[in-house]
Each structure stands twice: as C-alpha cells, then as structure tokens.
C-alpha cells in the first residue's frame, strides 16, 4: 500500500520547481514508487523509466530525463551508477511504502555510503528522515 504521505511532502512540493514538467513529474513519481522493488530501487535511465513505468506516455526521453532530475534535486530520488547501470532509489522509500515486512532481496546494490538495511541503520537520514 502506498501511503498518502507520499503527496504531501515538502520535496514533492519542490517538484513545483519543475515548470512546465510540474505535474509531470507529480505524476511520475508514485509510479516509480510502486514500480520500485521492496527496497525502493529500479532502474534509473530515462529509457527504462519511460517503457517500464509509463510505456504509453506521448512525452519524448528528454522529458523522462529531465523529470528524473528534477526529482533528484528535490530530494525524492537518488541517481546513482552500479556496474554500468543506471540506478534509482526512492528516498524515503519505507514511509511511502508501508506494509513491507518480508523483502526479497534487491536485484540492485546499494546506493554509495549507505549500508542498505534501512530498518537496522535508521541513522542515515538521506534514507530513513521523513522531511
């Protein structure tokens, strides 16, 4: 279940900061939510987003990119690069994705200078600080 203080955040406020992507991008960002695996990952680069999440969306690459960015800078989502590969991990994951008790394992590794385990490791507060 996805919870309802996923819209109602100050980052996703931020995504104001978007322009003409605005409602775009408030669009965007719940299906990465629940596209994401049990540790708030999927792949990160435009080309994936767009075909994974919202294959039937008219908008070009360009617009999945620049969304994606924006989501970075507000906070959302952290953009990082694992064995070639793009990765996105949604900030704040466990709060917007309430019920996950028994996770598989992530396919995808963790972000630069976290440990992963969100749960155990509450201290980092780029992962767990609800803001």
Do not use: W
């Not at 990952?41 to 990119?65: C, H, I, N, Y």
């Not at 028994?102 to 201290?123: I, L, M, Y």
Request: proline share 5%; aromatic share 8%.
């Amino acid at each position: 279940m996805i919870s309802k203080s996923l819209s109602t955040s100050r980052k996703f406020a931020d995504l104001a900061a978007a322009g003409d992507l605005t409602e775009f991008c408030q669009m965007l960002f719940p299906l990465l939510v629940s596209h994401a695996d049990d540790y708030g990952r999927l792949s990160g680069d435009a080309f994936t987003v767009k075909f994974q999440v919202l294959p039937t969306s008219p908008r070009p690459l360009a617009d999945f990119e620049r969304a994606l960015q924006q989501m970075a800078a507000s906070g959302l989502v952290v953009l990082y690069e694992a064995n070639g590969d793009m990765v996105l991990q949604v900030l704040q994951f466990d709060g917007h994705q309430t019920g996950l008790h028994k996770r598989t394992v992530s396919k995808f590794p963790d972000p630069p200078g976290t440990s992963g385990n969100f749960q155990e490791h509450a201290g980092d507060s780029r992962l767990t600080k609800e803001n």
